[in-house]
């Protein structure tokens, strides 16, 4: 979605998008629902407040054993976007008036809401993501998944060709 600095008015406009198109396609696994709730309201000329949430629902695998997992994914923001330039006293201003804003300067007035979300859901997207905590993962030596099985390495000492020396060595 993107909004024109002209369709924003003094009075807040709420918008809430559940579409997920704007989801980057990366190591960040499949989104499987979001919802964005937006607050947007003009702070002066050439400033806008973007307040939102971002909620949703990941599917990926276990960085650890493999396993199909959801995840979830939450972000709260608020981005101040403006057309002024950087340096100008006056923004620095505003910008200690809310000290969690992210302030975007733009050389168009138009907000592509998309970047905004893009951006949020990386930031929010752990670089690991296990299925648990504790997650025991794969044994690098039989590829036994050890959250459900035991590791089969341990030599099992009927049918290990060690058994027969062990035979030997106990005479
Ligand atoms: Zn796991
Ligand atoms: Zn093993």
């Known amino acids: 979605m993107r909004l024109l ?8 406009q709420r918008y809430t998008i559940s579409d997920t198109h704007w989801f980057p396609v990366l190591d960040a696994g499949l989104l499987l629902a979001a919802t964005a709730e937006l607050s947007i309201s003009r702070y002066d000329r050439e400033t806008i ?5 971002l909620e ?3 599917e990926t695998v276990c960085d650890r054993c493999g396993e199909h997992i959801e995840a979830e994914l939450h972000s709260e923001f608020v981005y101040q976007v403006t057309t002024k330039e950087e340096d100008e006293l006056e923004l620095r201003e505003m910008e200690c008036s809310d000290e969690d804003a992210i302030t975007l300067y733009l050389r168009e ?8 979300l893009r951006e949020q859901a990386l ?31 341990t030599p099992d000492t009927s049918s290990s060709p060690f058994a027969v020396l062990g035979k030997i060595s106990k005479r």
């Not at 050890?146 to 590791?151: H, I, R, V």
């Open 5 to 12: 600095f002209e369709e924003i008015t003094g009075k807040t």
């Open 123 to 153: 930031l929010v997207v752990p670089l690991r993501t296990l299925c648990r905590e504790d997650c025991k993962g794969i044994c690098a030596g039989c590829g036994a998944s050890l959250n459900k099985e035991t590791c089969r390495c």
């Open 49 to 53: 407040s973007v307040k939102g949430q």
């Open 109 to 116: 007035p138009v907000i592509e809401i998309d970047d905004i």
């Open 56 to 58: 949703g629902k990941r």
